[in-house]
């Protein structure tokens, strides 16, 4: 289209990334990048701070291809729908972050989460298909549980399993709703109501999907 | 008030009981009685089947009171707020139905369900306090939930204990969710979602704090 | 893309099949299958218990494809989204579970529940299109209504019929909603919430569109 | 309180009774009297169209008694919350509106719908528990379901019983949801959802617990 | 695939029109076709009262070349999605239903629902995009509004049309919110509830988007 | 109770007025009173700016007792549940808020709204009962509306009114959705949604029932 | 498609532009193009008052396209998802119109918003990515805020920043939630709720991703 | 009422409590009162582990007096309805627990967060009255805010102070929906899917008014 006008210089998107934040917070900045445009993503790798790990989620396969343009040596994450750049390195403790997912549909969620608590500089392991279903799953698990420093619980569906998972732990468990599921199941809402009443105290809970919210809040709680 | 009119006869409440049932579905009528007034419930009784029980639910303080007038040899269960006539007799056969409560505060739900169960001529057992929150306290009632025929269970909050039991047994379990809880729990609706999401098959699920019809669907089951 | 990243072993998805099941429940373990990568659906087939019966349900078509190579002797019901691995046997026994849906859009979820409960060993049979709206289509078949030992009813838009069908009977009624309908049908909400609220004592719910959840419940309640 | 301010003038309320009513649409004004002050209703009183019927619905009980001595000559309907002024006369023709409800509970609302329409001049029938739970009672009404020229059906808890009428009949239906029921009625929305959802077309719905509207949109269809 | 199964001849899905309907209720019967297979199709074809209209509603792209393959002298009518065999006849009578839209887009529902009345034998007009942004424009047609014997009002967004044209005339109005608008309107549920809560008596409301519903119940209205 | 533990220092509730804020924002502060505690009430008063106006909303009875205590010269006005302290002055400006309220139950909401606005400073006049069921009495009053520098509109039920003003005049229009209603109104969200969805542009909305916000708005758009 | 009937005369669309509304209210016709066919839409330009100013809004991509064809000197903002003709002229006052948007994704709304309030004939200035998860970079525009009379904040997820900025200036804020976000966002119900129960008085709210609207308020109170 | 019937011993009502929770947990029980009958209460004290503190949550009125006779030396802390037997010791470590409250009517969920964490062994701070709608309050207090390990963050209405808190801080932050606010606020909806979409990452949520829970989770971070 000929007619298509330039938008003027001072309507035009800054995107400001918060330099300080590393320092304030102790983590580095996370970009949720589904409905970024390329020239969003540009300005902010540009404009970062070199010092700093950048963590991309929700990253579309449009954008994985960009990004492995700009940032070569990035890492993909395909199921997590992650990209990080520099690349995943040691952990900073010997702090365990354990995530469960209820049932394998769940999984990239918890994958999401895990990847995220180790960007952040902690060990992590992964435990799946342990849903309340076949309740002896869990249960032959105690050992791994209660290794763990913190706990985090992804589960669609019904949502059960964190509030089983919170009273047979010492350690904080942080719940995980996903969208797995279908009718009644309304898009996590389902799961969402389950965790935030669950019997059990010391469980608390993320957004629907939030895998990364969720691998955040357990490197800060095992820092 | 002196000008308070009449009204004509054609509009008077005709309360239409049906005399068929018993036959039809062979189980007795119930009434629930709540916002029924006492002149409706002398009509119930004046036009009952002598031959059939009434059983009458959800009823108020002053309704027992009225009820005990007319039918003094009822009986009276007012945590269960029940008033049953005539009394409950022995069990038709010897199968058993379980009531099974998540917590203490859903007890009168579950005794709404086993009175009901009971009147319909089963036998019933009922086992309380056993949440999801000590995992372990319904796990050593293994024996007792697996000499049952049908199984009910009655939970608030996170409603997660028909799941955990349903994936225990052979049995088809009715869950009913309690307004029991606060905040998230939506009036029982955060426990309705949960049944009706729960990853076990073998879930069917009545109205929240339908204590009446779940008793009754277990009696039905285990004719 | 080159930079893609192994996920660490201590990551990677473990399928755990609930090899147990058939012996605690009775009943062989279902997968729903809709969110299974191809990966994972091997490791369900490499891993299963070769004595027992695996049913996949809400299949899409490629997953039909991939299964049908993994287990040519499967059957496919493509209406039904089933996959069922060996072929259906006979009925274990002379209950008869009926299966009634209120419009013939309600079909493929009343399929979904007559070949789960044929798969777990009952006779079932179909009734359909006879919905409130010509009321004399559901009294015409009082008949077959009284001969079965327990009835599904699946409905969508007003999901009045279970409540009509459990006022005729003594037997216990499965009621599934759909999503079937528009507007403030709200997918499944009205009829969910209408099947929730029978008038008629004797109906228990499942999840919207959940044919196999009433399926499996009603092959329990005929053992 | 001695330091209670004067409300200025200009920002006194004013009740504008909608004089032109009459005229323009056939029927007498109705005030929805619930929140009324007793100044309000001396105002409404002193301003009225002295050739016009006044209908006060919703009136609380001491709202009763301050219309009482207003209008010594109003007619009182305490069950239906009704003040009428005149009393209601003959009616203006003869086709006959029907008030069917579901259950004995919603009286008071089918009530207010049977003595609206014969305020406004209708010949009205009422027929009470006729609900769908034994489908016998409403098909052995079908000489008077098909005298009607139209019909206003009272339903709660599943709100079935408009969408099995509507089938009978040729006549259009007006279905009002009660707030009658609990748990999962969620104060009338079951019932409103399926009435809105009504399979047999010939069904339309007004606001719950709305007998009122019914009443009157009755009258304006049997002119 | 070669390993589709055969579904048993018991379990297949009979289309059962409801012949008696044109004789108790005085209408033909109409079709929801959209979820139904072109199997289906030809049943109700093969299988109709050649006596009798037949109006399919909400007809998909694919299923107009199937419909006009089969009844090629029916009438398609894309916008409004309707298929209607035999044509349209001359009214039956000389009342008149008016069908007014809100805005443009509310068009095609009150396309549906003139036609719909027209194919029930009555005179129908349409008045469009006069809705409540600019009142001079509902009231320019003051002549055109009161003319009618019953009007269908059709809108979007803030649905307030419907009780501005109820408080103009003494004639019934039957109210059909649409899904036009985005955000807050929730596909509907804002005008929905808007049309519920009228001030004006004399609106009675159909489901979202139900153009055929609102003109069968202009057209009962109108006998 | 003997054994009422006392609360340690650093435990006890700090009221912390923003002293700051009439410089910053140029309006005093204003206190939700409903919930506060006699003491948290003191607190506030000692501390206040004596320079500044303070509004309390939301008063309960036995709060508007304590106030006048507290501070005699206060201005009470029970109906619109306000203190303000010290007494409202002239206005500040000649531009002119007017209130309109759709049915005279919303009365108090719009009260709530003009004395806020006339304690802010400015010029207000009310204009009541003008609901859209009869259209000609808000045409009427078209040069009231034409002189007006913003226009808050207050209605319940449909809520309807907002759009139709809005559609009448060039100035901004404040929406006000009130609980008044019952049923379907949900407590004041069917109005609310409706004015989110105003066809009209030039509608902004307000929480339901919140009359001070809206008043606060009008003085701001008219400084 | 052989049979396609033609739609009668008297059922046509008929486009009814409000030429009067630039007299009455001020400002330029707007249209919600979205659903509006080719042949509405060129209708509207065929009946366009020459004097004003045409905005088409919620423009997709290939009506873009045919706007182009039809009025070729307007100006297309894709981003924005607005068509307006004549161009965007040079403002009409000195007042400023401040539009803030609280993520990079939030942008397009916040264009659109400032895209109508320059078409309005206002100054307007946008200021992106200053959400609440680093406080800092608002504080740090304190003086751009100040320099406005009238800020529109734009925000999806919390939409916790209208409430942060209309406590920090004296004049009107228009908070616009929008869509952005995932899971318990609920498609922008979150922001909007968030919004309507700022703590700081001086917010209104217009619909989800309504930029055109909040635009279209701030024009008007800077008039 | 005389014809009262025995509830048979095998229903009768058994208390569980959880004497393992100690020992697998880490920290005593706390028991949800409300709907506890003073039978089920004596129980509970009877049957309690000696060694173990008792936290009795939601205690009402006539509870607490009954509280007192059984438990004479037990702490009642009425503002936060806590009742705590034995009396709290001195923390356990010295890692501090920050307590905020956006307003001070979330006062009492504040205490009662505070309470519990004190009563499981933390030292605890508690800042009031520092809402977003002065921004400047909060920041004022970011000395206190970094010097606390793990910072509790209740709020109501908005909801958004957690959001500002956790971009401040390292540390976690719990955030606490209360049911302070009226209308759109829907009891605490508002400000729960506020803090579930916090656009700052570290905050985890817990059910609205559940100060219990969010002291509970704050101990077990800070062990």
């Given at each position: 289209?000929?007619?298509?006008?330039?938008?003027?210089?001072?309507?035009?998107d800054?995107?400001?990334?918060?330099?300080?934040?590393?320092?304030?917070?102790?983590?580095p900045?996370?970009?949720?990048?589904?409905?970024?445009?390329?020239?969003?993503?540009?300005?902010?790798?540009?404009?970062?701070?070199?010092?700093?790990?950048?963590?991309?989620?929700?990253?579309?396969?449009?954008?994985?291809?960009?990004?492995?343009?700009?940032?070569?040596?990035?890492?993909?994450?395909?199921?997590?729908?992650?990209?990080?750049?520099?690349?995943?390195?040691?952990?900073?403790?010997?702090?365990?972050?354990?995530?469960?997912t209820?049932?394998?549909?769940?999984?990239?969620?918890?994958?999401?989460?895990?990847?995220?608590?180790?960007?952040?500089?902690?060990?992590?392991?992964?435990?799946?298909?342990?849903?309340?279903?076949?309740?002896?799953?869990?249960?032959?698990?105690?050992?791994?549980?209660?290794?763990a420093?913190?706990?985090?619980?992804?589960?669609?569906?019904?949502?059960?399993?964190?509030?089983?998972?919170?009273?047979?732990?010492?350690?904080?468990?942080?719940?995980?709703?996903?969208?797995?599921?279908?009718?009644?199941?309304?898009?996590?809402?389902?799961?969402?109501?389950?965790?935030?009443?669950?019997?059990?105290?010391?469980?608390?809970?993320?957004?629907?999907?939030?895998?990364?919210?969720?691998?955040?809040?357990?490197?800060?709680?095992?820092?």
């Open positions: 289209m000929s007619n298509k006008w330039e938008i003027p210089a001072e309507f035009s800054v995107v400001r990334l918060d330099h300080d934040r590393k320092k304030r917070r102790g983590f900045e996370a970009i949720l990048t589904e409905r970024k445009s390329n020239d969003q993503i540009n300005q902010i790798v540009a404009t970062r701070d070199p010092e700093s790990r950048l963590i991309f989620t929700r990253v579309t396969q449009s954008q994985f291809e960009h990004l492995c343009q700009l940032l070569p040596d990035g890492e993909v994450y395909e199921e997590a729908r992650l990209f990080i750049h520099p690349a995943i390195s040691k952990p900073e403790n010997d702090k365990q972050v354990l995530v469960i209820a049932g394998s549909s769940d999984y990239p969620v918890g994958l999401e989460a895990a990847l995220t608590a180790r960007a952040l500089g902690r060990q992590v392991e992964i435990l799946t298909d342990v849903g309340i279903a076949g309740i002896s799953r869990i249960l032959k698990q105690i050992d791994t549980l209660r290794k420093s913190c706990i985090v619980v992804v589960a669609g569906m019904d949502g059960a399993l964190p509030g089983v998972v919170a009273g047979l732990v010492e350690v904080p468990v942080i719940a995980v709703p996903t969208s797995v599921g279908y009718g009644a199941a309304f898009e996590g809402l389902a799961p969402l109501l389950t965790m935030l009443n669950s019997c059990a105290p010391g469980v608390a809970v993320v957004n629907i999907d939030n895998g990364y919210g969720a691998g955040h809040m357990a490197a800060q709680i095992t820092r």
